[in-house]
């Protein structure tokens, strides 16, 4: 039973049970949303640094006839 939805009190409500259930209630829900997400997109691979540019060698070649 919801107390947002009774006007009248209620002497076998437990309010503080109501909370702690609405708390674990949101915390699961968040939990299992974060757990479909890490489900449904792979973890990206950690992209390894680049190596430092190093100068281009050209070497010319004679032009054949």
């Not at 947002?4 to 674990?24: H, K, M």
């Not at 299992?32 to 489900?39: I, P």
Request: overall charge negative; glycine content about 0%.
């Amino acid at each position: 039973m919801d107390p947002t939805q009774n006007p009248a009190e209620d002497q076998d409500f437990n309010f503080d049970a109501w909370v702690r259930w609405q708390n674990l209630n949101h915390a699961w829900s968040k939990l299992s949303q974060a757990r479909r997400k890490a489900a449904r997109y792979p973890a990206r691979p950690v992209a390894a640094p680049e190596p430092p540019m190093e100068p281009e060698i050209v070497y010319l070649l004679p032009v054949p006839n």
